[in-house]
């Protein structure tokens, strides 16, 4: 499962990247927005699809908006969750995010990387798989900060 977020300024984005996906035959779940609100507030969908990937453990979430930043430090407040960022090439920064950090959401910045590219960054974040060893060690220091 994918579960998928976004605010007003990721909402376009996010309709187009449903589709794709759905496409190449991946279960999604829209966490919302589902009008496009100029007054809405990320934290609003973020969170509450953080939460359900958190809930889901074989599941992942992307979330969208502007600049993809504080979606990303949204996300990153649920315990659990590892959020990175990715505005666009290098794509090698999307599959990284997964098989160093084993990142298990995708902050996009709808403000700065074309359709395309979103879509070959997400690809290959999702076709990504976590490599373990040095990097869980990493991982598993960083965890131990989490407070909530």
Known sequence: MIYIASDHAGFYLKKRLIKYLEIKGYEIFDCGA???DEA????????PCAKKVIADKASVGIVIGGSGQGEAIAANK?????AAVFYGPPFDIARLAKEHN???VLSLGARFVSDDDAKRGVTLWLAAKFEGGRHQRRIDKISKEELL
Not at 78 to 82: D, E, F, N
């Open 78 to 82: 649920v315990k659990g969750v590892r």
């Open 40 to 47: 809405d507030d990320y934290p609003d969908f973020i969170i």
């Open 102 to 104: 084993d990142a298990n």
């Open 34 to 36: 589902y009008e496009l």
